[in-house]
């Protein structure tokens, strides 16, 4: 019997970075870009995959805390991968 569902996979892992959910913002969540990618997932997901997302933090904790603390930039790369 031949496959119908259209999907090359059915499990993606999405992984977001916390810099891309600021948008046009220059600190924070952009909530019009979280809704964009709300979307997009439900739409996946509707179409039968499942999906897990994950979202770093990293870039947005030392690009603008890390050097405000006096943070070597290898430190608070070393930090945001934890």
């Known amino acids: 019997m031949a ?3 259209p999907l090359r996979y059915k499990r993606i892992l999405l992984k ?3 810099e ?3 948008g046009d913002k220059s ?3 952009d909530e019009a870009r979280l809704d964009q ?3 997009e997932i ?3 997901a509707s179409a039968g995959a499942e999906v897990a997302v994950v979202i770093g933090g990293g870039n947005i ?3 603008m805390q890390a ?3 006096g943070i070597d930039g290898v430190q608070g790369d070393h930090m945001g991968m934890l």
Do not use: D, F
Request: negative net charge; charged residues 10%; proline residues 0%.
């Open 61 to 63: 904790y030392r690009g």
């Open 37 to 39: 990618y709300a979307e």
């Open 20 to 22: 891309s959910l600021m």
């Open 16 to 18: 977001l970075s916390g």
């Open 27 to 29: 600190y924070g969540i």
């Open 67 to 69: 050097v405000a603390l």
């Open 42 to 44: 439900i739409a996946v």
């Open 3 to 5: 496959e119908t569902n």
